[in-house]
């Protein structure tokens, strides 16, 4: 991304400051070993400072001038890193970290977004689109990575099948001061869910749950989600203005 000063007299050091942004790894795993050689290269080739992450999930390298562009490519090619997606283009994809780390995961956000930026690389290096693109990937309806407010293609692990319910589980939090009723039954959006305060019996019509994981969120021991995994793939943005990229799809 170029950068130019427009005071270059006043402030010589920073007349050239151009970014970096560089496709990170699926999850943002790295090595401590991989991430030295990364700063090696920008202390060498840059100003040596970094945002880890960008607004999309690159690896941001800022202040370059321009006769290291190339020498700094090269480089971060030789350690195995390449460039991520700007301008009008598709952006780098990006994931939350999945089932690497994740008990909710319901889809393999690492592999997924390895192969979609596979098949993307040259859209990533080489502008094509009339506007920016996104894709982003999250392993369940948590949304981590906040791809369906970010991105122009969200991709949310989800199941199929019913809730899992531990009925001990539920009465020991009903005895151990979590009011299901105010708390969890009365802010599910569906009120797909009942509570029986008397039998500590939690029902729910899982024909009408749109599993935004509330409940989940509130009684991790007890609710857990179903076993059948798949994705739900959103396509389209939603936007106010009479400038709108597109409609929702």
Known sequence: IGRYSDLPEEFPAV?????????????WFYTTDKLRELCDVWDKHGSGLTNMHGATGDI?????????LQPCFDDLAEIGFDLGGSGS???????????????????????????ITMEYQDELHRPMFP???????SGCPNDCVAAVPRSDISIIGTWRDNIRIDPDE???YATNGIDIQAEVVGLCPTGCMTWDAEAKTL???????????????????????????????????????????????
């Open 15 to 27: 007349a050239e400051f151009h970014t970096f942004r560089v496709n990170m790894p699926s999850g």
């Open 60 to 68: 941001i390298l800022l202040g370059a001038p321009t006769e290291e």
């Open 89 to 115: 283009d598709m952006r780098t994809p990006s994931c939350c970290v999945g089932p690497g780390r994740c008990e909710y995961a319901r889809l393999d956000t690492l592999d997924l977004l390895y192969s």
């Open 131 to 137: 506007y920016k693109s996104k894709i982003k990937i």
């Open 170 to 172: 539920v009465a020991n």
């Open 203 to 249: 029902i729910i019509d899982d024909a009408e749950c749109n599993r935004c994981m509330h409940c989940i969120n509130m009684m991790p021991k007890a609710l857990r989600p179903g076993l059948e995994k798949g994705a739900t793939i959103l396509v389209g943005v939603r936007h106010l203005s009479s400038k709108a990229r597109c409609s929702p799809g």
